[in-house]
């Protein structure tokens, strides 16, 4: 897997990751899994505001299918996809800690039961070999692989 300097902003264009499976976790234990034939496009807007779109959602009761983060930022082990409000309705310690690490991205946010409060991508090689989305209200985690 590669590493990075932590807290740094990765600035891109696009990317788009296609999918043949996921696995869901609740509380590191596997909630369900299986085959899925999606593809996970990340594009940055004018705006700077990055849309994310999951086309042939096949897991809609999982994951909204279109979302928005605010930032993509470097961590050790991995990349980050965030929004990081001042006001939220999301009780996760971690998201906590971190955004006042990294600072406000915006006044406020509520976040639906299915809908991302980060996402991870991990890279070796920088080629994406899994992309990783957390769900705060249950807390959940979704991961998709090649």
Do not use: W
Not at 70 to 81: G, H, I, N, P
Not at 93 to 98: A, K, M
Not at 140 to 145: A, H, K, V
């Amino acid at each position: 897997m590669d590493t990075f300097t932590p807290f740094q902003t990765f600035d891109f264009d696009s990317f788009t990751f296609k999918s043949t499976r996921y696995e869901e976790y609740s509380k590191g234990k596997l909630l369900s899994s299986g085959m899925t034939n999606l593809t996970i496009q990340c594009k940055k807007e004018l705006s700077g505001l990055i849309q994310v779109q999951l086309i042939n959602n096949d897991i809609k009761t999982k994951i909204v299918s279109t979302f928005v983060f605010d930032t993509l930022f470097t961590l050790e082990d991995r990349l980050q996809l965030t929004i990081f409000p001042k006001i939220t309705n999301v009780q996760d310690s971690t998201f906590s800690i971190l955004k006042h690490i990294i600072n406000y991205t915006r006044e406020e946010k509520n976040f639906s039961s299915i809908e991302p409060i980060v996402g991870h991508i991990f890279t070796n090689n920088m080629n994406m070999v899994k992309m990783q989305f957390k769900m705060a209200n249950p807390e959940r985690l979704i991961e998709f692989y090649p």
